[in-house]
């Protein structure tokens, strides 16, 4: 069951809706509560923002209220900011709630994976942009005002993306992202330099191409996004360092399980063989892409030393994919640490 409320400061009706909510559990139908919400949103006098930031939420109670300050400190105000808490079951709403920032709008779903909070926030959104934030990373002050520089000079295209760096848990640089050999489109079929955080989209286009909602694509559901949208438009950087991804054991990239890079990477390579775009947009390349991402599967299960027989397997079928795979180097350090 879903449910919404704002920012306690937020005149959307004649009474409180976080008071409602939190006294009434459900009220008629999700459609009537997004009507109760937005009755303001719609009045003549309503200025609709230029961003939406949407920022899914599981069991972030404990650092929500960081990430919501550096939101909120940006040097370009004219954004709306979306926290969709996807089933948590902490006390975040009732932290949320103590936000008193009208520009801050917080909604509860049943948990979906953040491909679903994010298609969720992204349907609610009213900004000429969408970008989509973690919520365990900091935005630094300029996110949003690189962005609307570039914009300004260069018209509303249809997706921009900034560049970031990487600390570790002592707030060390480990990496900076900012350039790519050749384009960003081309520079996706081989890895996805893009965190999630860096990439604005105009919000027809996302509203448009939503998030894999599937839980075997979690970790990977953003990549498969980017490159569906780069068969149809162009990614325009901006190299710039807008904000930090901070690496800690909980990230979902961190913890994944082989098995689950087995069942991610095998939807991930049956989604683009059936994307017809992409073979259009890219020819020659759906056969590499796919190999590639047996051989992803391959070396995962060889460091595990556990599924030498499925090793075996992916391995061949890589080379069955893309006999040119032999030469690659992650297929090489399979085969290494297979035996």
């Given at each position: ?5 704002c920012?306690?400061t937020?005149?959307c009706?004649?009474?409180n809706?976080c008071?409602l ?5 459900y009220i008629g139908?999700?459609?009537l ?5 937005f009755s303001s949103v719609?009045?003549p ?13 599981y ?8 990430t919501v300050?550096a939101?909120?400190e940006?040097e370009?105000?004219?954004f709306?900011l979306?926290?969709?808490?996807d ?5 975040l709403r009732?932290v ?6 009208s ?7 049943e948990?979906?994976e953040?491909?679903a909070?994010r298609n969720?926030?992204a349907?609610?959104a009213?900004g ?6 973690d919520s365990?990373?900091e935005?630094y002050p300029?996110h949003?005002r690189v ?7 260069h018209?509303?295209v ?6 970031y760096?990487?600390?570790d848990?002592q707030d060390?640089?480990?990496s900076?992202?900012?350039e790519?050999?050749?384009?960003t489109n081309?520079?996706?079929l081989h890895?996805?330099?893009?965190a999630c955080?860096t990439?604005f989209?105009?919000?027809?286009i996302?509203?448009a191409n939503p998030?894999?909602?599937?839980r075997r694509l979690?970790s990977?559901?953003d ?24 690496e800690h054991?909980g990230?979902s990239?961190?913890?994944i ?9 095998e939807l991930?390579?049956q989604?683009?063989?059936q994307?017809p775009?992409?073979?259009?947009r890219f020819?020659?390349?759906?056969h590499?892409f796919v190999?590639?991402r047996?051989?992803?599967i391959t070396l ?6 556990q599924?030498?027989l499925?090793?075996l ?8 994919e893309?006999?040119?795979?032999v030469?690659r180097r992650r297929f090489?350090a399979?085969v290494?640490h297979?035996?």
């Open positions: 069951m879903d449910s919404i409320c920012s306690s937020v005149n009706c004649s009474v809706p008071r909510l939190l006294c009434l559990p139908s999700s459609l509560l997004h009507e109760l919400i719609t009045s006098a309503f200025s609709a923002p230029f961003f939406s930031i949407v920022v899914p939420c069991n972030r109670a404990d650092i929500i209220q960081d300050q939101i909120l940006q370009y105000k004219n709306e979306i926290l969709v808490d089933g948590s079951r902490d006390n009732e949320v709630t103590q936000i008193t920032d520009r801050v709008r917080y909604y509860y779903k948990n979906g953040r491909g909070a969720y926030g349907q609610r009213l000429q942009y969408i970008n989509f934030f365990d990373d935005m300029n949003l962005v609307k520089d570039f914009l300004d000079q018209g509303l249809e997706i921009v993306h900034t560049g760096e990487r600390l848990g060390r640089v480990m900076e992202v900012c790519f050999l050749g384009s081309e520079a996706l890895d996805n330099p893009l955080n990439v989209v105009r919000r027809d996302a509203q998030f894999e909602e599937d979690a990977a559901e990549w498969e996004l980017w490159l569906r949208l780069a068969t149809k438009y162009t990614f325009h950087p901006v190299r710039q360092k807008t904000f930090c991804l901070r054991d990230r990239l961190n913890t399980a082989p098995e689950a890079v087995r069942a991610r990477d991930f390579a989604l683009i063989r994307n775009d992409f073979a259009r020819p020659g390349q759906t590499k190999a590639d047996y051989t992803f995962t299960m060889a460091l595990s030393k599924h030498r499925k090793t397997r992916y391995l061949w079928k890589a080379v069955k893309d006999p040119t795979v030469g090489l399979s290494k297979l035996f």
